[in-house]
């Protein structure tokens, strides 16, 4: 008996193979998914974070702080373990020369030189003729005078008076007196030590006429009148200056009328000897 093919069903058929090189394709849900509710997705459980990584800087503070630590320790035990240090001796044996005789002769070379002048410098200067008079409230005998006084007696109060505080003035004495038609002022002023180069610059600045071979400076006379402070009253002038180690003596005549070089050159030459 012949039986005829039976057609398979759809059911049983297996899936089409797809051709090669063609996409996969999903594949057809058995059952259609339930659609989610609001219910459903506020009740699911929330992602879980990952493990927090450590930052570098915590981490670089971290390891200063506990090698710090650690090092310090380390030390610290390390000297606690070694055995103290003596201290050196606090005296030291003194340096020693050897003996040898002190030439004298040496010795005062290298020594500063004294002064030249010191002492009492009213004992060194000229006394008044007896037939003289004072001149106003000027001191009539030997005696010590400020830098102020002494700058009252120029034109240039002012500037003598800086001049003589800046440049070394120590000490002076002086001695004023009124004879006939002549006024005489005879000085001494003294300079530090370290400042004799102002004491020598005070005789220089001007052509001088010797008063005395051997003497450190000269002599000058007006020709012609000069007035006196404040006044129409004329007068010449007259003076001798010269140096001797820190001290300047300064001799100045005024008169009616030209001074005679003789009377200024006699005083000078008195006081200089007096001097040396």
């Known amino acids: 008996m012949t039986t005829d093919p039976v057609a398979p069903s759809s059911v049983d058929a297996p899936p089409p193979t797809p051709p090669a090189g063609a996409p996969d394709l999903p ?30 800087v915590l981490l670089l503070v971290s390891g200063l702080v506990l090698g710090t630590v650690a090092g310090g320790g380390v030390g610290y035990a390390i000297q606690a373990n070694r055995p103290p240090t003596p201290l050196p001796p606090v005296q030291v044996a003194l340096p020693s020369y050897p ?12 020594a500063p030189s004294p002064l030249a002048i010191d002492g009492d410098l009213r ?4 006394s008044a003729p007896s037939a003289s008079s004072a001149w106003d409230d000027y001191p009539d005998t ?13 034109g240039r109060t002012a ?34 030590a370290d400042r004799a180069a102002e004491a ?3 005789t220089l600045g001007r052509p001088l006429e010797p008063f005395a071979p051997e003497a450190n400076g000269g002599y000058e006379v007006d020709s012609t009148a000069s007035y006196w402070a404040e006044t129409t009253e004329p007068f010449y002038g007259a003076d001798a200056v010269a140096q001797r180690g820190t001290v300047v003596m300064e001799v100045k005549v005024f008169g009616t009328r030209p ?16 001097l040396v």
């Open 27 to 56: 594949s057809a849900p058995s059952e259609a998914a339930p659609e989610a509710t609001p219910e459903a997705t506020s009740e699911a459980t929330p992602p879980a974070r990952g493990p927090r990584r450590p930052r570098p």
């Open 99 to 110: 003996a040898g005789a002190l030439d004298p002769a040496v010795a005062a070379a290298a």
């Open 123 to 126: 004992k060194l200067l000229l």
């Open 142 to 154: 030997p005696s010590w005078v400020t830098a102020g006084e002494l700058a009252e007696h120029e």
């Open 159 to 192: 500037a003598v008076f800086k001049q003589l505080n800046t440049r070394g003035f120590r000490r002076a004495v002086e001695i004023d007196w009124k004879q006939g038609d002549l006024k005489v002022r005879v000085s001494l002023i003294q300079y530090t």
């Open 200 to 202: 020598a610059a005070r």
């Open 259 to 274: 001074v005679s070089p003789e009377v200024l050159k006699d005083l000078a030459k008195r006081q200089w000897e007096r």
